[in-house]
Nanobody, 123 residues
Framework: QVQLVESGGGLVQAGGSLRLSCAASGRTFSNYAMGWFRQAPGKGREFVGLIRGSGGTTAYADSVKGRFTISRDNAKNTLYLQMNSLKAEDTAVYYC????????????????WGQGTQVTVSS
């Protein structure tokens, strides 16, 4: 089993920055692809970005390209999401997820999920 715990959410003004973290435990972290998803009130769960096990392959939703950056520190078993130039539309609960090394942009590909952390951007 893999356990995931997100942290770093909070309240920030539009144009500001936050860094989310996801701490993983239970299995070899480097063997998993990791994804970030978000869900706003009344909306479905939306893909944000992913990073494959080696860290050499990343992908982002069009809505966050150029503003968000995914990274991972395999030695620390930790995933990060650096969020810059935040907009009110980024307000959501953010979730990290772990899945097989080939996992992509679809939530059903991921086996393990964190509890989520709230990000609220005021305009």
């Amino acid at each position: 089993q893999v356990q995931l715990v997100e942290s770093g959410g909070g309240l920030v003004q539009a144009g500001g920055s936050l860094r989310l973290s996801c701490a993983a435990s239970g299995r070899t972290f480097s063997n998993y692809a990791m994804g970030w998803f978000r869900q706003a009130p009344g909306k479905g769960r939306e893909f944000v970005g992913l990073i494959r096990g080696s860290g050499g392959t990343t992908a982002y939703a069009d809505s966050v390209k150029g503003r968000f950056t995914i990274s991972r520190d395999n030695a620390k078993n930790t995933l990060y999401l650096q969020m810059n130039s935040l907009k009110a539309e980024d307000t959501a609960v953010y979730y990290c997820a772990a899945g097989p090394s080939y996992s992509g942009a679809y939530s059903h590909m991921y086996n393990y999920w964190g509890q989520g952390t709230q990000v609220t951007v005021s305009s």
